[in-house]
């Protein structure tokens, strides 16, 4: 491999390590909450809007900058993107004394975050043939469970030994790195896929099909960004050992990240619509969630939480495989445009759940979050029919 032409598989890897690294400040504030809540004498809400707030700002900021990324490419985005991370990292591990700090540096991240899903999906369009999509897709999707995972190792690895604010330096000093190797690896786009000298945008019906799957999103990422944000947190006030319910999460996480690979895998070689698929693992993993909310053994609910999230965080790479293949010229201004709903929800969501939780109980909480996924998976469906309209 030459320098200036690097693999696709080097330039697949690059975007999982960013993308990976990018979202750990909010899985580790999701993980670590147990330990966080008592430093900063926060509640379960407390967490809750922490991690609201970088999804959120997440959220509007890739709305915003979305389509910058057709314009910058993906190598600069990236750069800028894991800078900002090194910066949120730095914040919660040497200023993070209260909420606010908190706040501020999640909202830092959140930022940074905002620009790494379009650029890793403008890298598909522009590195990897039409029929290397779904392969490539279920590769790059993989990095978001596998941040989760680190979170969750985080627990007994890092967090019951060294302190938590070790694993934000970490996290720092891995950001650094990324943002070292895309700049040393990373080359700017193929020639014949220039990048874009303005803000392209798909006609205005395909748009409206955008806000209905936007929608969808919402409901999902409600789902699974309540998991890695209450889960750990919830067993061990139901006197479960951290330390396991970290482990659960982590396999949990890597069960997702096989279900996004073999999905996308299978999306380049099975015919059908990729939205009906998003529907039934959505519905899926509202069965397993379901089980966290009304099981009593400790043996159940960690099953439930394998199946449910690798349901509610395993249809990305279907999702996106369908969105890349109808939408190849535009793919930072669409990934932009649905990201805003995704994000949103996913900032309300865990939210929703710490003020329920706080009120209730967390048995309520888990309710609540599974009829998310069954809404998610319904409109999810919906969507499917207006796509084959």
């Known amino acids: 491999m030459s320098r200036s032409h690097p693999s696709l598989v080097a330039m697949v890897s690059l975007t999982i390590a960013a993308a990976a690294v990018g979202a750990l400040p909010l899985n580790l504030v999701g993980t ?3 330990r966080i809540e008592e430093d900063l004498a926060l509640s379960a809400a407390g967490i809750g809007v922490a991690v609201a ?10 709305y915003r900058l979305g389509g910058t990324v057709d314009v910058l490419g993906a190598r600069r985005s990236l750069c800028v993107a894991t800078a900002l991370t090194v910066v949120c990292s730095l914040l919660i591990t040497f200023g993070a004394r209260s909420l606010w700090v908190l706040l501020i540096a999640m909202a830092v991240g959140g930022i940074g975050k905002s620009l790494m899903q379009p650029a890793s999906n403008r890298m598909v369009v522009t590195e990897a043939r039409g029929d290397q999509y779904g392969i490539v897709i279920g590769f790059k999707q993989a990095a978001a469970p596998l941040s989760t995972l680190l979170a969750g190792l985080s627990v007994p690895l890092v967090a019951m030994t060294l302190g938590w604010r070790w694993a934000f330096a970490i996290t720092a000093v891995l950001a650094t790195l990324c943002c070292v190797l895309v700049l040393r690896f990373m080359h700017e786009e193929k020639e014949g896929k220039a990048k874009s000298s303005k803000l392209d945008r798909p006609p205005r019906e395909e748009l409206r099909l ?3 799957i936007g929608i969808a999103m919402a409901f999902a990422n409600a789902t699974n960004s309540i998991i890695p944000a209450f889960w750990v947190l919830g067993e061990t006030r139901a006197g479960v050992n951290p330390a396991h319910a970290g482990v659960v999460l982590a396999i949990a996480s890597a069960l997702a990240i096989v279900v996004r690979v073999v999905s996308g895998i ?3 070689r099975l015919p059908g619509e990729p939205m009906i698929f998003c529907a039934a693992m959505l519905f899926v993993g509202a069965i397993g969630i ?3 909310a009304y099981a009593e053994s400790d043996l159940i609910r960690s099953l439930g939480l394998v199946l449910g999230y690798a349901g ?6 279907v999702l996106w495989y369908g969105l890349l293949k109808r939408f190849a010229k535009t793919p930072g201004y669409v990934t932009g445009q649905v990201t805003i709903y995704s994000l949103v929800g996913g900032s309300f969501g865990p939210v929703a759940f710490g003020l329920l939780a706080d009120a209730t109980s967390y048995a309520a909480g888990w309710a609540l979050t599974a009829g998310l996924a069954v809404a998610a998976a319904a409109i999810m469906a919906l969507s499917a029919s207006k796509m084959r309209a």
């Open 266 to 268: 299978a999306c380049d």
């Open 210 to 212: 955008l806000v209905l």
């Open 32 to 34: 670590l909450g147990f």
């Open 312 to 317: 509610v965080w395993g249809y990305p790479a």
């Open 290 to 292: 379901a089980t966290l």
């Open 53 to 62: 707030t970088f999804r959120l700002v997440q959220g509007v900021a890739a």
